[in-house]
């Protein structure tokens, strides 16, 4: 169990001598206590208390990279169920299945779409992040062969060897030397020689079972064979096993700090049907998988998919925040009325909420301020003169209005000249302070 | 006094006096008047005292007047202020809380630290602002840095003034004084530019202030005497806090105590002897009846108490003084929401019942609003916008101390001790704060209300060196968390802002007396 | 090592609301495990899709969804027949768009006069959603629940603005209601709490904690469900254990990657699978979260949906 602030600090020297950078020894331990920091950076902590902590920090779930170079993908190092207990750490990893059945040709043209996949989406850059080379001839010298396919088109891309076949994991997993390939793998009947294999080429060992037990025995004996970094596979394939399974997985990793299950997950939810396929993928991304199997990737699927881990692994714990933006309420005509208010969802709904009451169709700025009320903003320096003049013209709502007006709230009246000075040609009226108060400030203004 | 003497019983202000009886020179004994008096002092035991040119000029002439038996007065830090020919009983300090809204200084009798006199003023930086960050920005933006640092200064020594007069004290006997305030009052009293307060990332000029001397501060006491400040801990939990703290004496405990300053800000501390961790939880400030449509201060004509007949919904009122009333004030407003939310004449949300036959319930200029006194001239009313204000207050100040207990991973039950200070005047009814969960639900023994503790902690400082050195460890050793910057504030925060909380289970009491009803 | 699996058992239980009558009646709710977590526990009612239809043609719908009704949405009961028989949906929600004063403005009687319409022409349970103006809603749904007196509906939305009115005439004509707050887990219990207070019993509503679409706030939805869910069955809040509404369809075809062609944006790929694909995400993104009943658009997604439930009871 992860231990609490105070507890951590009665561990520390107590001195406040503020050499790891913070203020007080209850501020660092505060800081160990939400991982924000490590023990290190306090040169006198005992012996004694580095045991403790030491245990109690290190991650439930285990920290590894797959692949290297600027594609290489972080998983594991997860410490929480539920995403608004605290951020989802290491965005799961994507991978398209392709099979050394296929023609040269056509194992080439998938390797391009992998590298082509990439999109930009509100500033972040996604994409099919690996591939999953399956052993599906059963010959070694084939698997080899469309390795060497893969790592000329698709250079830099971790790549899964898929196969139980030692031999052909060897062929395959030198083609990959030095770039951390993930060799998947290990089964109850082979698990000495393969990891021998992922040993010496410095590979990560998928382990696969059937059920949590086997899987547990397995990771504990491969452990002992010196292979610290480990994928593990329960051997679920229908949803309901897999929301099971990585349930179960995760809630011992982390409420009972289990070693032998903690590690990351790989799903494999291919199917026939793509879309079938992209349902079984949000629940493989909102259960738990570090790394889901894909069979194709249609530019469409990858688009919802991206989205939705996106969506999973952001910060829940920021303020509730509406998106920055002038946004019509009812349908706002040219003369229609411009107000201007804070991001804070709380401020935004309660300002659009008596707009709408009003009756009077009009536009609403919504000025990013951090997910800060009015005067908070305005107090932190967030919703000032030249901020809000900037964002208004960056707006562009200049060119969808009659006049330029912008109403302002009531509590920031203060602001009203130094706006009208940084915004040339405007008028700034101060709105009421109080937005029950809106509507019969419009009706005034007939 | 007598609580000072138990928690220090020697007086040991910032300025000592010490009487010398130098030998007088002669022709044989020709050392130097300074080296002369020097001697002496090694003979005392004292090494290292510090001369100032200005001291020296003055030095001959008294030495000689006063046929070279003289009293010496020298701070702590062993720097030599004053000379005088006789050690006169009279021996004085100020200490001075600089409240956002209020002033107040307390004069006191240094040789027996008897409280001679004191004077309370509203703060005239007003002028520029209710709040700290108005006044910030007049400083910055507006130039007003000097006319807001004149303002202060002129508060304390007009204060001091009349006082002074009436107990007919010679200023140069004033030799020690001690400020507190919050971050940015002391800032603007010495003059330094608060702007850094307000911006990210919130960093003061000085947390642990230099002692400047009253001259440099343009104090209208002795020029010399050393000017103590309380230490801060950011910039938005300062030196009254600190004096808080240390008039709790909540450092010196094994317990788990929790501090709260319910003023414009409402600022929390919670800890024990070992450690202390606090925050600002930014309540504003409308239990000192700012931003309320009939607020007003704890003063003559203010609404304390109200209590509402639940069958007829009329109120009746307690007015501090007992005459008509002219306002309500913070504890006045406590008591009005509990009894509007217990008779059922407002919801968990705060809105009033519109459908309930009384017509003190009414539509005004604000909308809708209860009339609490129908007066001649004029009604005094609580609207709902004023409701809705004090209600995210409340949640302001119970989301800070939840989160702060969440920060260290404490839960409520773990708190010993809980002491408010604030100025709600000398009634603060805890069961009714409870009741629209503002405190927490504890029992009512652990609560204690202590007033305006800057003052107290400043009156400390003023007669202790051991109080002064207490308060730089406390400050040093509190830490400070942003509200702003913590996670969890805003889900506390919004889970508050209901009466008395969105999950009652928190507030057993409550719960129990709601559903009796 | 060997490994036993921490099971849990939840101290609370979601409450089973029934809506509709006679042989169409469906069943939401009911389960003491977190969502699909049937290993530890009981879920015994499968989360029900409702096929959304609207008392004006769906002018504002994009050309993808619009097609498979085009034959049908000129009048809200052929569209709802079509969905009972063809679409053999189990639940129907009627949105009284039209009744939106920046809309047709349609008043009160006349939305009446189609809910008693579509009520006569199917037999599955029926979901009668304002336009979301809280003030018309007001009128316009009581007038609604007295046109289906006894008809066990649900009624939606109630909001802080105008949950007496509405909470009122439910109870007064048999109905359940849907509490709508916005997308907080504090607003939403606390909506839930005035409401009972005004003697509605809490057995009877479904909550609606603020849909939002994949990619535009579909997170805060995802945790606030999560957390709602966690609060019924882990703290036993009463007040959290309604079951709750998913809002998919409005959502989600209003945005973007559900509208914009393939020859504007050549990397976001076909449209067409693109919309269907974003409603199917969201959809079982919040079943995930928690959500028992959901109120959807598109055919195929709708069906895409429901196979995957299939495969996770
Ligand atoms: C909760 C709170 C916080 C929270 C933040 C919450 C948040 N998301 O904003 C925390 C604790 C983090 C915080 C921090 C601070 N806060 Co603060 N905070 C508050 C508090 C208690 C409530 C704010 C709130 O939620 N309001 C509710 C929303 C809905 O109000 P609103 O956005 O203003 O919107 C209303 C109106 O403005 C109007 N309106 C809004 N938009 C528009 C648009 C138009 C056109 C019109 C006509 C009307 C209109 O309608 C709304 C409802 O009527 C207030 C005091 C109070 N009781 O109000 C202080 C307050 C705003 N904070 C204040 C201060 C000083 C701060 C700090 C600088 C310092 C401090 N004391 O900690 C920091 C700065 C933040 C930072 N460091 O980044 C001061 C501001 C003083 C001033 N005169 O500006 C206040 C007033 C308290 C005080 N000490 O006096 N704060
Ligand atoms: S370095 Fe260590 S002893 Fe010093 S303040 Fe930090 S935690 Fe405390």
């Known amino acids: 169990m992860a231990l609490t602030g105070v507890e951590i600090f009665k561990l520390l020297p107590k001195t406040n001598c503020k050499k790891c950078g913070h203020p007080t020894c209850l501020a660092f331990a505060m800081k160990l206590a939400q991982r924000q920091a490590t023990l290190d950076s306090c040169p006198d902590v005992s012996e004694e208390a580095k045991k403790v902590l030491g245990e109690a920090s290190a991650p439930p779930v285990r920290p590894m990279t797959f692949g290297a170079g600027d594609k290489a993908v972080k998983m594991g190092e997860e410490t929480v169920l539920f995403r608004h207990d605290k951020k989802f750490v290491n965005p799961c990893a994507f991978a398209v299945e392709i099979k050394d059945t296929l023609s040269e040709a056509d194992i080439a043209a998938i390797a391009e779409e992998v590298v082509k996949s990439e999109i930009d989406r509100v500033g972040q850059k996604l994409r099919i992040d690996a591939i999953a080379l399956t052993n599906a001839s059963g010959d070694a010298g084939k698997l080899e062969a469309a390795a060497k396919t893969v790592a000329a088109k698709a250079a830099g891309v971790p790549v899964i060897i898929n196969t139980q076949n030692t031999q052909a994991a060897e062929a395959a997993v030198k083609v990959f030397s030095d770039k951390r390939p993930l060799i998947y793998g290990a089964t109850a009947a082979n698990f000495e020689a393969m990891a021998n294999i992922a040993k010496a080429n410095k590979a990560i060992l998928g382990v696969g079972a059937s059920g949590l037990d086997e899987l547990s025995t397995l990771t504990d004996k491969i452990k002992g064979l010196g292979v610290e970094d480990m994928v593990i596979d329960s051997g679920?394939?229908?949803?309901?096993?897999?929301?099971?399974?990585?349930?179960?997985?995760?809630?011992?990793?982390?409420?009972?700090?289990?070693?032998?299950?903690?590690?990351?997950?790989?799903?494999?939810?291919?199917?026939?049907?793509?879309?079938?396929?992209?349902?079984?993928?949000?629940?493989?991304?909102?259960?738990?998988?570090?790394?889901?199997?894909l069979s194709s990737i249609e530019k469409w699927k990858n688009l919802a998919l991206f989205t939705l881990r996106q969506n999973i692994y952001t910060d829940p714990q920021v303020p509730m925040?509406?998106?920055?933006?002038?946004?019509?309420?009812?349908?706002?005509?040219?003369?229609?009325?411009?107000?201007?208010?804070?991001?804070?969802?709380?401020?935004?709904?309660?300002?659009?909420?008596?707009?709408?009451?009003?009756?009077?169709?009009?536009?609403?700025?919504?000025?990013?301020?951090?997910?800060?009320?009015?005067?908070?903003?305005?107090?932190?320096?967030?919703?000032?003169?030249?901020?809000?003049?900037?964002?208004?013209?960056?707006?562009?709502?200049?060119?969808?209005?009659?006049?330029?007006?912008?109403?302002?709230?009531?509590?920031?009246?203060?602001?009203?000249?130094?706006?009208?000075?940084?915004?040339?040609?405007?008028?700034?009226?101060?709105?009421?302070?109080?937005?029950?108060?809106?509507?019969?400030?419009?009706?005034?203004?007939? | 006094l007598q609580y000072l003497h138990t928690v220090e019983p020697v007086l040991t202000p910032a300025v000592r006096r010490i009487v010398l009886e130098l030998t007088p020179p002669s022709i044989q004994d020709n050392t130097g008047d300074l080296e002369r008096m020097k001697r002496v002092l090694h003979e005392k035991g004292i090494h290292d005292m510090e001369f100032s040119h200005n001291f020296i000029l003055e030095m001959p002439v008294i030495l000689r007047d006063a046929e070279w038996e003289v009293c010496l007065s020298y701070t702590e830090s062993h720097e030599a202020i004053g000379l005088s020919a006789f050690c006169k009983t009279k021996h004085y300090g100020v200490a001075v809380d600089i409240g956002t809204t209020t002033v107040v200084v307390y004069l006191v009798n240094c040789a027996d630290g008897t409280l001679v006199d004191s004077g309370m003023t509203f703060n005239s930086q007003m002028r520029h602002g209710d709040d700290v960050i108005t006044r910030i920005v007049y400083a910055t933006e507006g130039g007003g840095l000097q006319e807001l640092r004149d303002a202060i200064i002129n508060d304390v020594n007009d204060l001091l003034a009349p006082i002074v007069e009436k107990n007919r004290i010679n200023i140069e006997d004033i030799d020690s004084a001690v400020i507190s305030g919050n971050t940015t009052m002391t800032q603007l009293f010495w003059g330094l530019d608060p702007s850094s307060i307000r911006e990210e990332p919130y960093i003061p000029t000085v947390n642990i202030y230099p002692g400047w001397r009253a001259g440099t501060a343009h104090l209208k006491i002795n020029p010399q005497a050393p000017v103590y400040t309380l230490p801060n801990v950011g910039s938005y939990v300062g030196g009254?806090?600190?004096?808080?703290?240390?008039?709790?004496?909540?450092?010196?405990?094994?317990?788990?105590s929790l501090f709260m300053d319910i003023g414009t800000n409402g600022e929390i501390a919670v800890g024990s002897s070992e450690w202390m961790i606090t925050a600002a939880c930014s309540m504003g400030p409308c239990f000192e009846g700012s931003g309320i449509r009939h607020g007003m201060r704890a003063t003559e004509g203010a609404i304390e108490s109200v209590k509402i007949e639940p069958s007829s919904f009329e109120p009746v009122l307690g007015v501090i003084g007992n005459g008509l009333p002219l306002g309500i004030c913070g504890s006045g407003m406590i008591d009005a929401i509990s009894e509007l939310f217990f008779t059922g004449i407002i919801d968990q949300r705060g809105k009033l019942a519109r459908d309930l036959s009384t017509d003190r319930i009414r539509t005004g200029d604000e909308g809708p609003e209860f009339v609490l006194y129908r007066g001649e001239r004029k009604d005094i009313v609580l609207t709902e916008v004023d409701i809705e204000n004090v209600i995210r207050a409340k949640a302001a100040l119970y989301a800070g101390v939840?989160?702060?207990?969440?920060?260290?991973?404490?839960?409520?039950?773990?708190?010993?001790?809980?002491?408010?200070?604030?100025?709600?005047?000398?009634?603060?009814?805890?069961?009714?704060?409870?009741?629209?969960?503002?405190?927490?639900?504890?029992?009512?023994?652990?609560?204690?209300?202590?007033?305006?503790?800057?003052?107290?902690?400043?009156?400390?400082?003023?007669?202790?060196?051991?109080?002064?050195?207490?308060?730089?460890?406390?400050?040093?050793?509190?830490?400070?968390?942003?509200?702003?910057?913590?996670?969890?504030f805003m889900d506390e925060y919004m889970s508050a802002l209901f009466l008395p909380h969105t999950n009652i289970d928190l507030f057993p009491t409550v719960r129990d007396l709601y559903e009796k009803r | 090592m060997a490994f036993t699996p921490a099971k849990e058992t939840y101290s609370g239980k979601v409450y089973s609301v029934a809506i509709g009558t006679g042989e169409g009646t469906g069943t939401v709710g009911g389960e003491n495990v977190l969502p699909f977590h049937s290993f530890e526990g009981a879920a015994p009612n499968r989360p029900v899709i409702a096929f959304e239809i609207q008392d004006v043609p769906p002018a504002d719908w994009p050309e993808s969804v619009k097609k498979p009704f085009e034959a049908v949405s000129d009048d809200?009961?052929?569209?709802?027949?079509?969905?009972?028989?063809?679409?053999?949906?189990?639940?129907?929600a009627l949105r009284l768009v039209g009744t939106h004063p920046d809309r047709e403005n349609r008043s009160a009687e006349d939305a009446a006069k189609t809910v008693k319409d579509v009520l006569a022409a199917v037999n599955v349970p029926l979901i009668i959603l304002g336009s979301n103006h809280a003030e018309k809603d007001a009128p316009v749904l009581v007038a609604a629940s007295e046109a289906a007196k006894d008809k066990n509906c649900v009624i939606g939305k109630a909001q802080e603005a105008n949950y007496k009115t509405i909470a009122a005439a439910a109870m007064a004509n048999n109905h359940k209601i849907i509490a709508m707050s916005e997308l907080d887990i504090n607003l939403s219990k606390q909506l839930n709490i005035l409401i009972t207070q005004m003697g509605f019993e809490k057995e009877r509503l479904i909550t609606d904690p603020m849909c939002s679409a994949l990619g535009y706030g579909l997170e805060?939805?995802?945790?606030?469900?999560?957390?709602?869910?966690?609060?019924?069955?882990?703290?036993?809040?009463?007040?959290?254990?309604?079951?709750?509404?998913?809002?998919?369809?409005?959502?989600?075809?209003?945005?973007?990657?559900?509208?914009?062609?393939?020859?504007?944006?050549?990397h976001w790929g076909s449209l067409e699978e693109r919309g269907i694909a974003w409603e199917a995400v969201t959809a079982t993104a919040l079943l995930v979260a928690g959500a028992e009943l959901l109120i959807m658009r598109h055919p195929k997604a709708v069906e895409e949906v429901q196979k995957t439930i299939e495969e996770l009871i």
């Open chain 1, 236 to 293: 679920a394939r229908k949803a309901k096993e897999i929301i099971e399974n990585n349930t179960l997985i995760r809630r011992a990793a982390i409420k009972k700090n289990f070693k032998p299950l903690g590690f990351p997950i790989i799903n494999f939810i291919q199917r026939e049907d793509s879309l079938h396929e992209a349902l079984l993928g949000v629940i493989a991304i909102t259960k738990y998988a570090s790394i889901v199997v």
């Open chain 1, 321 to 446: 925040q509406v998106e920055q933006k002038v946004y019509p309420i009812g349908e706002p005509k040219p003369e229609s009325p411009l107000f201007i208010t804070t991001n804070f969802s709380l401020t935004y709904f309660i300002v659009s909420g008596e707009i709408e009451n009003s009756k009077v169709a009009s536009r609403l700025a919504v000025m990013d301020c951090e997910g800060l009320s009015v005067l908070t903003a305005w107090a932190a320096g967030k919703f000032t003169a030249s901020k809000i003049a900037q964002f208004i013209t960056e707006s562009g709502v200049e060119k969808d209005i009659a006049t330029k007006e912008l109403i302002i709230p009531g509590y920031v009246a203060i602001l009203s000249g130094s706006i009208e000075d940084k915004l040339p040609g405007w008028k700034i009226t101060v709105g009421p302070r109080e937005a029950n108060a809106i509507p019969a400030f419009l009706r005034s203004r007939g």
């Open chain 2, 240 to 256: 009254d806090i600190v004096a808080g703290v240390l008039a709790s004496r909540m450092h010196k405990s094994p317990e788990i």
């Open chain 2, 402 to 488: 939840s989160v702060l207990l969440k920060e260290v991973g404490l839960s409520l039950d773990i708190l010993e001790r809980i002491y408010i200070a604030g100025g709600f005047g000398n009634y603060l009814d805890v069961d009714k704060a409870i009741m629209i969960g503002m405190l927490p639900d504890l029992p009512l023994e652990k609560f204690s209300f202590i007033g305006n503790t800057s003052i107290a902690g400043a009156y400390l400082c003023l007669l202790s060196e051991k109080m002064r050195r207490e308060a730089e460890e406390t400050a040093k050793k509190m830490t400070y968390v942003e509200l702003s910057a913590s996670r969890g």
């Open chain 3, 76 to 92: 809200p009961v052929k569209w709802a027949r079509f969905c009972q028989d063809e679409l053999k949906a189990k639940a129907i």
């Open chain 3, 220 to 266: 805060y939805t995802y945790s606030v469900m999560e957390r709602i869910r966690l609060a019924a069955l882990t703290q036993n809040d009463a007040t959290m254990q309604p079951p709750m509404l998913g809002d998919i369809g409005m959502y989600v075809w209003k945005v973007k990657e559900t509208q914009a062609p393939e020859a504007d944006l050549p």
